[in-house]
């Protein structure tokens, strides 16, 4: 079955620490997001990247940083310089094309120990 | 850049029809999704509008009005099963998907 991985489901992380979330595709799209949500609230653009090798900042990319290095994968690094890191992220995939709909993967619980 | 805004609860009984607002700025407009979320869930696509006018799915329909910024969800014959977070998001013509903060929905017996 097509889909988007996530993992872990949930993760935790120590104070100083950089942790990395995995996010694996196998439906061919060129796009690929990362969103974090906090209780009650919005998704917010984390990073987005539109083809390999390539991608951009979101709303809020400080405390994160991403790769690119091959279609199918695109890791979220979650660093020691973000100091409030305890949220839900999610992943989503799109073909590229105009009428095409966001793919989310199952979201990683992250908090701090 | 973008600005989505959308109410942030409503509460509608069993049975009822309930209509959700969204209104959005942004540079470079190209398709306005709405998404379901339950809680500690992933996003489920409801429908999607990139010319305006009213695209009805079943018990959802969602409308749009480009000159206006403004698109609605307009969910019929509420169940139990429909509470929960509504998300309004704009795709821009870079590709770049941004979502609104969420109406929760509130289905009362």
């Known amino acids: 079955d097509g889909g988007i991985t996530q993992s872990p489901k949930y993760l935790f992380r120590k104070e100083g620490q950089n942790v990395t979330l995995s996010c694996e595709q196998n439906?061919?799209?060129?796009?690929m997001y990362w969103y974090r949500q906090d209780p009650g609230q919005g998704l917010r653009l984390i990073y987005y990247s539109q083809i390999v090798n390539d991608f951009q900042k979101g709303d809020i990319a400080e405390g994160y940083s991403v790769s690119r290095e091959k279609k199918e994968s695109f890791p979220l690094t979650v660093t020691s310089a973000q100091k409030n890191p305890t949220a839900f992220y999610l992943c989503?995939?799109?073909?590229?094309?105009?009428?095409?709909?966001?793919?989310f993967g199952s979201g990683t619980q992250l908090s701090v120990l | 850049g973008q600005n989505i805004d959308q109410p942030t609860e409503m509460t509608a009984t069993e049975g009822a029809i309930v209509q959700i607002n969204c209104t959005y700025q942004?540079?470079?407009?190209?398709?306005l999704f709405w998404y379901q979320q339950h809680a500690g869930e992933a996003p489920t696509f409801l429908s999607y509008?990139?010319?305006?006018g009213l695209e009805e799915k079943g018990r959802f329909s969602s409308f749009l009005s480009r000159s206006k910024g403004y698109s609605y969800l307009l969910l019929k014959e509420l169940q139990m099963k429909d509470s929960a977070s509504y998300l309004c998001a704009v795709r821009s013509s870079w590709g770049k998907f941004q979502f609104g903060a969420g109406t929760q929905v509130v289905v009362t017996p």
């Open positions: 509008n990139v010319l305006d």
């Open positions: 989503a995939s799109h073909l590229g094309t105009e009428n095409e709909k966001l793919f």
């Open positions: 942004t540079s470079g407009f190209n398709g």
């Open positions: 439906l061919n799209h060129d796009a």
